[in-house]
């Protein structure tokens, strides 16, 4: 009995280790199970959220937001304001208190201390933001302030493109004048989606939508128990699928924006976790210790939404994601047949008459993660063998002709570019081996030199012609 209790445990670790080993993941992904599959999908999220330093990450954000929440509100409360002009101001004043109620719960839990309420920390902050709003509204502020803030605004967004593009692995930022329409449309919108998702079911606005629904009593009580959630998730799902400087499909971007949004309810729902810091900061700091508070719930509230967009990441990529590690664990040789892969296959597509393919595309043609994919293009085009297209999609594209470019200039630029070759000792055997090795490399490169980006290509068709022509043979025959 007992002897089997011991191989049952060591199987278990077995079990364990094999799921939590990257090495042979990417060989061992059509071998295992659904469930195992599930689990090890999991298991690479969170190896990836940790190595994108998503928490330092998460850091940076909410002290960025701290300066710009102030502003984006205002332009959202302007636009609710629109909506919701019946109500006066008191509306607008209860669903900020909504935001500040799901962004920093912890505020709820502030206990009594020096005469203090425990209500007070988020009613505090409430009003301040309040009234921060209502000067930027009347022009108290003066321009300059009013353009320092916007800048403040624009500038968390920038911040969050990088953070999300440094998610997807993409490098190159959209141009400026892109960016400021597409931030503008998020000022504009996203604060109003929130505020109206939260305040959802509190808002008299829909009063007559929430009295028609009301004739079905369990029927209304479910929707809008979850609409709030349906609406923040939503409202995150565009923001993955639009602020990555890349194309994200709207299903992954759904799975990632409905993870954000269950973990944002679920810290709401579990803000009790909170109890021992905020009793702590109530008594070092008093009444400032809202301060602390709510910067530890924007903190949290950065966390899910860069874990949803590494879900995000991960759903879209789920084919490959198993195989990120071996992007990692590709060895010079590996790289550089990697590189005669994609340019090969841009060569083709380009052949063909057919537009730039993106890096996407390019990654799933060839049968690469994405991510080994971008760093080699990145390589290729810092080379200029390589040109980035500008577009509705990003996509890349040989930048010579085909017979200009040949095997050994792909090849050198995966040898030569990111580093350095060192001298060592300066001893005779230094020259020897210098010898030798140049030697190598002399013949190496005639052969790769004689054989042009023109010839793979071109060999490459009539290889699919010819497979083309058989199985059609085949076909006749049968």
Same mark, same amino acid.
């Given at each position: &009995?007992?002897?089997?209790?011991?191989?049952?445990?060591?199987?278990?670790?077995?079990?364990?280790?094999?799921?939590?080993?990257?090495?042979?993941?990417?060989?061992?992904?059509?071998?295992?199970?659904?469930?195992?599959?599930?689990?090890?999908?999991?298991?690479?999220?969170?190896?990836?959220?940790?190595?994108?330093?998503? !928490?330092?990450?998460?850091?940076?954000?909410?002290?960025?937001?701290?300066?710009?929440?102030?502003?984006?509100?205002?332009? /959202?409360?302007?636009?609710?304001?629109?909506?919701?002009k019946k109500q006066g101001e008191k509306p607008i004043r209860e669903l900020i208190d909504k935001v500040v109620a799901y962004a920093a719960p912890a505020l709820? +839990?502030?206990?009594?201390?020096?005469?203090?309420?425990?209500?007070?920390?988020?009613?505090?902050?409430?009003?301040?933001?309040?009234?921060?709003?209502?000067?930027?509204?009347?022009?108290?502020?003066?321009?300059?302030?009013?353009?320092?803030?916007?800048?403040?605004?624009?500038?968390?967004?920038?911040?969050?493109?990088?953070?999300?593009?440094?998610?997807?692995?993409?490098?190159?930022?959209?141009?400026?004048?892109?960016?400021?329409?597409?931030?503008?449309?998020?000022?504009?919108?996203?604060?109003?989606?929130?505020v109206l998702a939260l305040g959802l079911t509190s808002s008299p606005y829909l009063a007559k939508t929430m009295s028609i629904l009301n004739q079905w009593p369990?029927?209304s009580a479910f929707l809008f128990s979850l609409m709030p959630f349906f609406l923040l998730s939503f409202g995150f799902s565009l923001f993955y699928q639009f602020?990555?400087?890349?194309?994200?499909?709207?299903?992954?971007?759904?799975? /990632? /924006?409905?993870?954000?949004?269950?973990?944002?309810?679920?810290?709401?729902?579990?803000?009790?976790?909170?109890?021992?810091?905020?009793?702590?900061?109530?008594?070092?700091?008093?009444?400032?210790?809202?301060?602390?508070?709510?910067?530890?719930?924007?903190?949290?509230?950065?966390?899910?939404?860069?874990?949803?967009?590494?879900?995000?990441?991960?759903?879209?990529?789920?084919?490959?994601?198993?195989?990120?590690?071996?992007?990692?664990?590709?060895?010079?040789?590996?790289?550089?047949?990697?590189?005669?892969? !994609? &340019?090969?296959? +841009? /060569?083709?597509?380009?052949?063909?008459?057919?537009?730039?393919?993106?890096?996407?595309?390019?990654?799933?043609?060839?049968?690469?993660?994405?991510?080994?994919?971008?760093?080699?293009?990145? $390589?290729?085009?810092?080379?200029?063998?390589?040109?980035?297209?500008?577009?509705?999609?990003?996509?890349?594209?040989?930048?010579?002709?085909?017979?200009?470019?040949?095997?050994?200039?792909?090849?050198?630029?995966?040898?030569?570019?990111?580093?350095?070759?060192?001298?060592?000792?300066?001893?005779?055997?230094?020259?020897?081996?210098?010898?030798?090795?140049?030697?190598?490399?002399?013949?190496?490169?005639?052969?790769?030199?004689?054989?042009?980006?023109?010839?793979?290509?071109?060999?490459?068709?009539?290889?699919? $012609?010819?497979?083309?022509?058989?199985?059609?043979?085949?076909?006749?025959?049968?």
């Amino acid at each position: &009995m007992a002897e089997n209790s011991k191989l049952r445990l060591e199987h278990l670790k077995h079990e364990a280790e094999n799921l939590l080993r990257e090495e042979d993941a990417w060989r061992l992904a059509e071998k295992q199970s659904p469930g195992k599959r599930f689990l090890h999908f999991w298991v690479m999220v969170f190896r990836h959220f940790i190595r994108n330093r998503c !928490l330092i990450r998460a850091s940076a954000l909410a002290y960025t937001t701290m300066l710009a929440l102030v502003p984006m509100l205002a332009v /959202g409360a302007s636009v609710a304001v629109s909506l919701l002009k019946k109500q006066g101001e008191k509306p607008i004043r209860e669903l900020i208190d909504k935001v500040v109620a799901y962004a920093a719960p912890a505020l709820d +839990l502030q206990v009594k201390t020096d005469g203090i309420d425990g209500g007070f920390g988020r009613e505090r902050v409430v009003s301040e933001i309040t009234n921060y709003i209502q000067n930027i509204s009347s022009g108290a502020i003066g321009v300059t302030g009013m353009i320092a803030l916007i800048l403040a605004a624009i500038q968390m967004l920038r911040t969050i493109e990088l953070t999300f593009n440094d998610i997807w692995g993409v490098t190159r930022r959209r141009p400026i004048a892109v960016s400021v329409v597409q931030y503008w449309a998020v000022i504009t919108l996203g604060p109003l989606i929130l505020v109206l998702a939260l305040g959802l079911t509190s808002s008299p606005y829909l009063a007559k939508t929430m009295s028609i629904l009301n004739q079905w009593p369990l029927l209304s009580a479910f929707l809008f128990s979850l609409m709030p959630f349906f609406l923040l998730s939503f409202g995150f799902s565009l923001f993955y699928q639009f602020m990555p400087n890349t194309q994200v499909q709207f299903s992954a971007a759904v799975i /990632g /924006g409905f993870t954000a949004g269950f973990l944002w309810e679920l810290n709401s729902l579990l803000n009790t976790l909170y109890a021992s810091k905020v009793v702590t900061y109530s008594k070092i700091y008093g009444g400032l210790g809202m301060v602390p508070i709510f910067l530890l719930g924007i903190y949290f509230s950065w966390v899910f939404l860069l874990f949803g967009a590494q879900v995000a990441y991960a759903y879209q990529n789920r084919e490959a994601y198993l195989q990120e590690k071996q992007a990692g664990a590709v060895n010079q040789a590996g790289r550089e047949f990697v590189a005669l892969r !994609l &340019m090969t296959f +841009l /060569g083709i597509r380009f052949q063909q008459g057919e537009p730039p393919p993106s890096p996407a595309q390019i990654s799933k043609a060839v049968g690469v993660p994405t991510r080994l994919a971008t760093q080699i293009l990145a $390589q290729l085009a810092q080379a200029g063998l390589v040109v980035e297209t500008i577009g509705k999609q990003p996509g890349f594209s040989p930048a010579r002709p085909l017979d200009k470019i040949s095997c050994a200039d792909i090849i050198n630029v995966l040898r030569t570019s990111g580093g350095f070759v060192p001298e060592t000792a300066p001893d005779p055997v230094r020259q020897v081996v210098r010898g030798g090795l140049e030697k190598i490399q002399r013949a190496e490169q005639t052969v790769a030199a004689e054989t042009t980006l023109l010839s793979l290509v071109t060999a490459a068709l009539q290889q699919a $012609q010819a497979g083309d022509t058989s199985t059609a043979q085949q076909a006749q025959k049968c």
